[in-house]
């Protein structure tokens, strides 16, 4: 896979339509955001089995709000446009997203790798 997709407010639904979908919601002014951002480029570029979108919350604040996002970072998970789960910690680490990431697909019945 390739470079992360910027999600907007108008993209949004048609990147998480199909397929298995990390999304990265995150502000500029969110220090531990900012500092997943290599953790989440690398992951984006190794695993061909999801797609990673960026969505940035200064942009897409009603969105949010529809999503219910409560703080940042947080990452959402899709799988054919349904949600399922998500992770936020103002404290994330790569490998606690990881752990999580790799977690709910197999709960979800998507093995991994």
Do not use: Y
């Not at 502000?27 to 500092?35: E, K, L, M, S």
């Not at 997943?36 to 709000?65: F, G, Y």
């Amino acid at each position: 896979m390739a470079a992360l997709a910027e999600a907007t407010k108008e993209t949004f639904r048609d990147l998480v339509a199909t397929g298995v979908v990390l999304v990265d919601v995150w502000g500029p002014q969110c220090a531990p955001c900012v500092a997943l951002l290599p953790d989440v480029e690398r992951l984006a570029a190794s695993r061909s089995d999801l797609t990673v979108v960026k969505l940035d919350s200064t942009k897409a604040r009603r969105l949010c709000i529809e999503l219910r996002v409560m703080g940042l970072p947080a990452f959402l998970l899709f799988r054919d446009g349904q949600e399922l789960g998500r992770l936020a910690a103002p404290d994330l680490t790569a490998a606690r997203l990881l752990e999580w990431l790799d977690a709910t697909l197999h709960a979800n019945g998507k093995e991994v790798h």
